[in-house]
């Protein structure tokens, strides 16, 4: 397989990062470490979205691999949950799978548009292949910012049951952005859910998803397991739909998260926001609020690639740091395409004083 050359040079290029931060770690380490501002006092997860989809192809085995290989042991791997036709659960980042993968040019389909969330919507989407037609799908980079050198690895559309049995990840997290949209086409994620839990191979450790009315329907099935659910945010003036509600309003009304949630994912902008000159501002309550109602907060949209607050002078590190060492409050864990990225704030970084990130990198 020729992926696997491509997997040792981006390891290759996360050892030699990772190489500059024992350094500066080994000097923190005679000091004792405080105990983390997390509403269980653990250190935050490090929790890979897609894998680690900034380097290759968001939920393909190399991203998913290189995010393992070098992340820390607990790493949590983040599958988006989409159906086919016959109702097999794949993980894929959209509901459209035009975007990060070849499909258009192995069907010669004209795009679909189909009414997602009250939104008319153009793509070829999940529900109209079944698991079958879908077997020389090819996965590739989907944020055309981003090198497609990794993109000529033939790395297949995996179901959720093979990215769990070929990872064996310690932590892994479903993402169910839509319920509504498959229940209106007769797919029940809810049953997909079901079969793929009852089946004793796949643990999962964390279901989310953005609509009230699928969590509220689907926790009290996992009451005896072990699985969490959390409710996620999406834009503060979006419209949930299940409730009608916008997410900003629902955000003042986490007593009534946690009837059905453990935990929250919350945009990074919900906790630290920015203004339009992209200088940050000071940070909201939403943790402290959070964690007072027993809720685990989630900080997602943490991207190396993509601009972030100048007040961290380009620097990802110092960003991670802002949300898990601040001396008010810690994130529980933050959700990232760079899983390597907060993995060295958090185990090398962190709890070392403000000059501690220009040393490293
Ligand atoms: C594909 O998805 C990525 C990530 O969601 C997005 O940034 C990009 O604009 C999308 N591209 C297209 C052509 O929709
Ligand atoms: C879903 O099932 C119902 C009842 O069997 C049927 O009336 C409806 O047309 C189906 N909808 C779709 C999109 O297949
Ligand atoms: C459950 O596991 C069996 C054997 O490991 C597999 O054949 C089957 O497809 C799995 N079911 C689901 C829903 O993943
Ligand atoms: C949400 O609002 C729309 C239009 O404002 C309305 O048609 C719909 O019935 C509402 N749904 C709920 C669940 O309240
Ligand atoms: C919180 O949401 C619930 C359910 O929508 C509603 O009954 C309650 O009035 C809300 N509380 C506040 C303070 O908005
Ligand atoms: C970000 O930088 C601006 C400009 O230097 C400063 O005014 C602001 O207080 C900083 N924000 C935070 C939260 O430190
Ligand atoms: C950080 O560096 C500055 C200048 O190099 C130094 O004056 C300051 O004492 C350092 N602070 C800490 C906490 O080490």
Known sequence: MGSLRDISVAIFVAQALLA??????????TTARPRWQTLSGDAPFV?????????????????????????????????DVQLTKDGAGICFPDL???????????????????????????????????????GNVILSQGVFSRTNKFDGQSFLIMTVQDTYTQMKPLGFWLNIQHDVFYAQHNLS?????????????????????PEVAFLQNIAP???????????????????????????????????????????????KSYIWPVDGGLYLQPSTSI??????????????EFYNDI??????????????????DNGIFSVDGVISDFPITPSAAIDCFAHLGKNATKQGM
């Open 221 to 267: 099935i996992f009451r005896r397991s072990a699985t969490k659910f959390v409710f996620r945010f999406l834009g503060l003036e979006d419209v949930e739909p299940s409730t009608n509600q916008t997410y900003d309003s629902l955000s003042k009304n986490l007593t009534f998260i946690k009837t059905f949630a453990s935990g929250i994912i919350v945009p």
């Open 47 to 79: 929790i890979a979205r897609g894998g680690f989809s900034g380097v290759f192809a968001d939920s393909s085995f190399g991203a998913y691999s290189l995010a393992l290989i070098t992340g820390p042991s607990d790493l949590i791997l983040w599958c």
């Open 287 to 300: 943790v402290l609020d959070a964690h007072k109602e027993g809720l685990e907060v989630f900080a997602s």
């Open 96 to 134: 459209r799978l035009d975007n990060n993968s070849n499909i258009a040019s192995v069907f010669n389909d004209k795009p679909t548009t189909y009414v997602v969330n009250g939104v008319s919507t153009k793509g070829l989407f999940s529900i109209d292949y079944t698991l079958k037609d879908l």
């Open 189 to 209: 994620m809810r049953s997909f859910l079901l079969s793929v839990t009852r089946n004793a191979t796949v643990t999962v450790d964390y279901i989310s998803s």
């Open 20 to 29: 500059s931060v024992v350094f500066v770690s080994a000097q923190g380490s």
């Open 307 to 324: 601009p972030f607050s100048f007040n961290y002078s380009y620097d990802p590190v110092a960003e991670y740091l802002q949300f898990v």
